[in-house]
Nanobody, 113 residues
Framework: QVQLVESGGGLVQAGGSLRLSCAASRNIFSFNAMGWYRQAPGKQRELVAGSGGSTNYADSVKGRFTISRDNAKTTVYLQMTSLKPEDTAVYYC?????????WGQGTQVTVSS
């Protein structure tokens, strides 16, 4: 059983920064890919950033968000800068291992205007 635990969410003013962390219960070398989705109220879950063979970002966050992986600490991060109110959502970490996709429980990010 794989566990992913997110942290780092919170309330921030527009223009501010946050760093989300996702700690995995096993070495992230074993995952084909890891990344972040988000879901705002009344909206579908959308991919924010993914890191596997290549790194990709949603157009709405390019240049503002950066995904990184710390293999030694079994952790993936999402550095978010120049935050906007439309970035407000629950952010979910995912990890792809074999045929399975694992999810964290989510962390709330709220950006005030």
């Amino acid at each position: 059983q794989v566990q992913l635990v997110e942290s780092g969410g919170g309330l921030v003013q527009a223009g501010g920064s946050l760093r989300l962390s996702c700690a995995a219960s096993r070495n992230i070398f074993s995952f084909n890919a890891m990344g972040w989705y988000r879901q705002a109220p009344g909206k579908q879950r959308e991919l924010v950033a993914g890191s596997g063979g290549s790194t990709n970002y949603a157009d709405s966050v390019k240049g503002r968000f950066t995904i990184s992986r710390d293999n030694a600490k079994t952790t993936v991060y999402l550095q978010m800068t120049s935050l906007k109110p439309e970035d407000t959502a629950v952010y979910y970490c995912y990890a792809d291992g074999g045929l399975m996709r694992y999810w964290g429980q989510g962390t709330q990010v709220t950006v005030s205007s």
